[in-house]
């Protein structure tokens, strides 16, 4: 069945035919993407998440901007925004801005380098499968770009009461956003799947 | 014009392998990843019905609800999203308001409103051209996570702003209604299977 592909969208069997460079193979019945020639070798990709996660670190430990109001100075961590809801007995809501704007996009990158890294030194563990499963789930669940606008309001809504210097923990921030971005629409995590495949059968 | 339904062709949802359906074989499982066969995601119409009709009645709490409370100079103001809406509006920060109104109250409204009319078209309650069904479904798959922005908002003024009665933002129930909607209709726009739209044809489908 390597000369046909189904459209996912709309289930359609459309003959493969090779494209160029560059260009998008679309559904007859549906315009849905159906395959491209533009994806990300596993190196490349292996190399932007690393990048990506040396600046999971750093948005994380250093302060986005400091803010100075009522005549004190204070400073705040991507985290430390859902920390205090945590701390204001807000769990669930708490939880989940952790989990949208934290744990997502840093499990998405750590399950994504360690799969490369499996893959590209022809190692099958059973955990392969499971590491590719989650990389899908979490591009759903990553939401560093809506943070960002959230973030930009937020500023907005302080900036007539307070103070507000950027920090580097926000230049990194927006590093990783746009890492991860590229990351998406690079990925096709049909190479890993096929990769997977042909290493198991040597 | 051929489905691979009718081929007995499945894809895996995991890793999009395609599959030679077996007729004989019970619970067949993907070669490749070892996930579940299905032609469609089962009880996709179902699943989507149920999650939205949860989300459409925690709406009405989280646009009733306090969502934030904020403490000034030892006085306590709950707000909704639409009085902070307002209040923003009033205080010139039009644009802001503009795009808060949009992502928690517009998007959300749209988001539930558009799957159930996906759906009842499907069901054959009303008619909408499939290309049109299609592209309603991935506007709201797309949009689905910037709904979320509100809350993100919030977290941030509750970090920032936390001089006890001095002036500080503390989430109220709303902002959990919320959080609830928001996860309810993404969960109801990954439970749907475009592929029901080609399906379940329209009785009065135009040619």
Request: include cysteine; proline fraction near 3%; glycine fraction near 4%.
């Amino acid at each position: 069945m390597s000369n046909i592909n189904v459209c996912n969208k709309c289930d359609l069997i459309v003959d493969h035919i090779p494209i160029a460079k560059n260009r998008h193979a679309l559904c007859p019945r549906c315009n849905s993407l159906l395959y491209t020639n533009n994806a990300f070798s596993i190196s490349a990709i292996l190399a932007l998440s690393l990048t990506g996660l040396i600046l999971v670190v750093i948005a994380n430990v250093f302060p986005m901007f400091t803010i100075t109001m009522l005549g004190a100075e204070e400073s705040a961590t991507l985290i430390q925004g859902a920390w205090a809801l945590l701390q204001k007995k807000s769990y669930f809501v708490g939880l989940l801005v952790i989990f949208c704007s934290f744990i997502a996009p840093f499990l998405f990158l750590s399950c994504l380098v360690q799969a490369c890294l499996l893959l590209l030194t022809k190692r099958n563990t059973p955990q392969l499968i499971l590491l590719l499963k989650l990389v899908k789930f979490f591009t759903e669940w990553s939401m560093l770009e809506v943070y960002l606008v959230s973030f930009l309001i937020a500023i907005f809504k302080l900036s007539d009461i307070a103070d507000i210097q950027f920090q580097l923990g926000l230049l990194s921030f927006v590093s990783l956003m746009f890492i991860s971005s590229l990351i998406m629409y690079g990925l096709n995590l049909e190479i890993f799947w096929q990769k997977m495949e042909k290493n198991a059968k040597r | 014009m051929q489905n691979a339904k009718d081929n007995k062709i499945a894809q895996c949802h995991e890793c999009n392998l395609l599959i030679d359906v077996k007729q004989d074989v019970k619970r067949q499982r993907c070669p490749r990843c070892f996930t579940r066969v299905h032609f469609r995601i089962p009880r996709s119409i179902q699943k989507t019905w149920a999650l939205l009709i949860t989300a459409a009645v925690m709406m009405i709490p989280a646009n009733f609800l306090p969502i934030s409370t904020l403490t000034s100079a030892g006085q306590s103001t709950p707000d909704t999203i639409m009085s902070g809406t307002i209040a923003l509006a009033k205080s010139d920060d039009l644009g802001i308001a503009i795009i808060i109104f949009i992502a928690s109250i517009l998007v959300p409204l749209f988001k539930i409103i558009g799957l159930m009319l996906i759906l009842l078209s499907i069901q054959n309650k009303i008619f909408i051209t499939q290309k049109r069904k299609l592209l309603l479904f991935n506007a709201i798959h797309w949009i689905g996570k910037w709904s979320i922005m509100d809350l993100f908002v919030i977290s941030i003024m509750v970090a920032v702003l936390n001089r006890g009665n001095l002036l500080s933002v503390d989430p109220g129930y709303g902002a959990t209604c919320f959080g609830l909607v928001v996860i309810l209709t993404i969960l109801a726009a990954e439970s749907f299977d475009t592929r029901l739209i080609w399906d379940l044809n329209h009785t009065n489908e135009r040619k």
